[in-house]
Nanobody, 123 residues
Framework: QVQLVEAGGGLVQAGGSLRLSCAAS????????MGWFRQAPGKEREFVAA????????YYADSLKGRFTISRDNAKNTVYLQMNSLKPEDTAVYYC????????????????WGQGTQVTVSS
């Protein structure tokens, strides 16, 4: 069992940056692939980024490459999402998730989810 708690969301102006964190408790965090997803009002939850257990491999939604960076610190049981050059369309609730499978962008492949943190980007 893994519990995930996101932090770092908030209100930011367009062009600004935020760093989200996701703290994990429970067993064997370092064995899980981790992902970030987001859900805007009235839209489906969509993939943002994923990272494998060793942090060697990372994956991003095509539209976000170059602006978002996922990383993890297994010693701190934490995964991060650095978001730069934020746009109003990045406004959403951001969720972290843990998968016992390989890192991927498929929502249903993730076993555990956090409660989400709101990110609002004003124009």
């Amino acid at each position: 069992q893994v519990q995930l708690v996101e932090a770092g969301g908030g209100l930011v102006q367009a062009g600004g940056s935020l760093r989200l964190s996701c703290a994990a408790s429970g067993r064997a965090f370092s064995t899980y692939a981790m992902g970030w997803f987001r859900q805007a009002p009235g839209k489906e939850r969509e993939f943002v980024a994923a990272i494998n257990w060793s942090a060697v491999n990372t994956y991003y939604a095509d539209s976000l490459k170059g602006r978002f960076t996922i990383s993890r610190d297994n010693a701190k049981n934490t995964v991060y999402l650095q978001m730069n050059s934020l746009k109003p369309e990045d406004t959403a609730v951001y969720y972290c998730a843990a998968s016992s499978r390989i890192a991927n962008m498929i929502r249903d492949e993730y076993d555990y989810w956090g409660q989400g943190t709101q990110v609002t980007v004003s124009s």
